[in-house]
């Protein structure tokens, strides 16, 4: 089974600055099934990132996904309020049919 | 407007059963593959279960092997997880999501509905 590292457990920032999330596989995994999703308090999780790079529908530019092997990462150039959540990367494939997720990285206001 | 709308949760003892449902619109339901996932209070994310449009292709997390079985019925735009043998530790919310490939080669899940909380607890 594939594992699913995300650092750091907590990112304090400020709106305006720029975020670097990290996501570190255990094992290679393809580009075309890694994902990023944001979650909010009581909220459902949302796809912003599939295929390791391609943001997804009514996604902002400022969201950008990049990554490769064993190492990906997800960037929010300039970050919003509203971007203050909860950041899990996602991929496929490491059994059959088997998706797996990371622990999370929360992303809170400095 | 996609929607899904999970139902049927709620508060079971440990050893009990319950059917969770999910009813989507504004997709062709019977193109998609769809997804359970949940998440523990508190805790991250974990998928729990996939099925294919046409049932044809069905898995599950090892966590759940033998005591869950996803479903679905297209003619009524509809998802299913039967529970049964719950333990503690099967509580959780429980989101149903749509599946990309329907459209994508890649692999995510691009629609979720709102949750519906298990609490398995004597």
């Known amino acids: 089974e594939i594992v699913l590292t995300q650092s750091p457990g907590t990112l304090s920032l400020s709106p305006g600055e720029r975020a670097t999330l990290s996501c570190r596989a255990s094992q290679s995994v393809s580009s075309s099934y890694l994902a990023w999703y944001q979650q909010k308090p009581g909220q459902a999780p949302r796809l912003l990132i599939y295929?390791?790079?391609s943001r997804a529908t009514g996604i902002p530019d400022r969201f950008s996904g990049s990554g490769s092997g064993t190492d990906f990462t997800l960037t929010i150039s300039r970050l919003e309020p509203e971007d203050f959540a909860v950041y899990y990367c996602?991929?496929?494939?490491?059994?059959?049919?088997?998706?797996?997720f990371g622990q999370g990285t929360k992303l809170e206001i400095k | 407007e996609v929607q899904l709308v999970e139902s049927g949760g709620g508060l079971v003892q440990p050893g009990g059963s319950l059917r969770l449902s999910c009813a989507a619109s504004?997709?062709?339901?019977?193109?998609?593959?769809m997804n359970w996932v949940r998440q523990a209070p508190g805790k991250g994310l974990e998928w729990v279960s996939y099925i294919s449009s046409s049932s044809s292709t069905i898995y599950y997390a090892d966590s759940v092997k033998g005591r869950f079985t996803i479903s679905r019925d297209n003619a009524k735009n509809s998802l299913y997880l039967q529970m049964n043998s719950l333990r503690d530790e099967d509580t959780a919310v429980y989101y149903c999501?749509?599946?990309?490939?329907?459209?994508?080669?890649?692999?995510?899940?691009?629609?979720w509905g709102q949750g519906t909380l298990v609490t398995v607890s004597s």
């Open positions: 504004g997709f062709t339901f019977s193109s998609y593959s």
């Open positions: 295929g390791a790079s």
């Open positions: 999501a749509r599946d990309i490939r329907g459209y994508s080669s890649s692999r995510a899940f691009d629609y």
């Open positions: 996602q991929q496929y494939g490491s059994s059959p049919g088997m998706y797996t």
